[in-house]
């Protein structure tokens, strides 16, 4: 799914001109991208719920181990719960309708159900991001600035930033989905497994200037912002570790490697997401396209835990 792709690149997006197709606002959307493989479906179906019930399992798990375990109440294991129950809520945007989808003879959906779940899936990647964001800056200051970490990692700037992660995101994609959702279609077909607002901008006729300048400046603010504080966090934090002791420099690797893996899984989808929008996929295998359309909603959820959980879980902060 083309998460920050399709949100940022949707600033890209050229102002739409009137199609010669009278323009009628459509009551819903048809996936073009399934097809009739008979039986098979039900072994597809059976194989993407056993996927579905182990991201919740594996989730719901590691929230409940944080919760329950006083002595993970500290900063970092707060944001990775906060993570995991993202997690959850991108599974749940994803799966039920894919598995419907799959087992149905008509695929077809509601308009506003599938900006629901436009809202649902671009509320996972924004907060998805945001958190990796606030774990970079947690792991930062534990290693960089360990005796002003309890002062400047407090209870309350712990609540912050978990508050800021999901209201944020909230905000802008009800916004986002808002203008998308007063666009006139002059089309109904959607060549994705599921609802896509890069492809479901790109069936509007009418003026997009306001969704495309709205795209601009949250891609500004968030991609670059985001990304440069990443950047530097993880800058400095290698310069600590190479002046440090070999002590520290496992204990400060130990933590930093899973979140550094999960950053390039995250990436790794939003490339995939821009490769297949950008390019022309017509002609590729049928298993590519299924790959690249269902990495980064599918892989996060179930590799994101378990990365974070074996590096992480079994360490103490360096301090």
């Excluded at 399934?34 to 719901?60: E, H, P, Q, T, W």
């Excluded at 409940?64 to 749940?92: A, D, K, Q």
């Excluded at 200037?209 to 990443?230: A, D, M, P, Q």
């Amino acid at each position: 799914m083309e998460f920050y792709s399709s949100f940022f690149l949707n600033s890209c997006v050229c102002v739409q001109t009137k199609m010669s197709v009278n323009s009628t606002q459509v009551s819903y959307f048809i996936f073009s991208f399934y097809s009739d493989i008979g039986l098979l479906k039900y072994l597809v179906f059976f194989f993407l719920m056993c996927l579905y019930v182990i991201a919740l399992f594996v989730n719901l798990l590691l929230i409940v181990v944080i919760c329950m375990n006083r002595s993970l109440h500290e900063p970092m294991y707060l944001f990775l719960c906060s993570l995991f129950v993202n997690e959850l809520w991108g599974s749940t945007g994803l799966f039920p309708l894919l598995l419907l989808q799959i087992l149905s003879d008509v695929h077809t959906i509601p308009v506003h159900y599938c900006y629901l779940q436009i809202f649902c899936l671009y509320i996972y990647a924004n907060v998805d991001f945001y958190n990796l964001a606030v774990l970079s800056y947690d792991r930062y200051l534990a290693i960089c600035c360990p005796l002003q970490y309890s002062t400047r990692m407090s209870s309350k700037k712990v609540a912050q930033l978990i508050a800021m992660t999901w209201l944020i995101p909230l905000v802008v994609v009800m916004i986002m989905v808002s203008l998308n959702a007063s666009l006139k279609m002059c089309g109904n077909v959607i060549d994705r497994l599921y609802c896509d607002n890069y492809t479901v901008v790109k069936l509007a006729c009418s003026d997009t200037t306001v969704n495309n300048v709205y795209g601009l400046i949250y891609t500004f603010i968030v991609l670059v912002g985001l990304v440069c504080l990443i950047a530097y966090t993880y800058f400095k934090i290698l310069r600590v570790c190479l002046s440090g002791s070999k002590q520290c420099r496992q204990k400060a690797m130990s933590t930093c490697i899973p979140h550094l893996a999960s950053l390039f899984n995250f990436f790794s989808g939003c490339f995939l997401e821009v490769i297949q929008s950008r390019l022309s996929m017509k002609g590729a295998p049928i298993l590519l396209r299924i790959f690249m359309s269902l990495y980064f909603t599918v892989s996060p959820p179930i590799f994101n835990p378990l990365e974070i959980a074996l590096g992480n879980f079994s360490v103490y902060y360096c301090r």
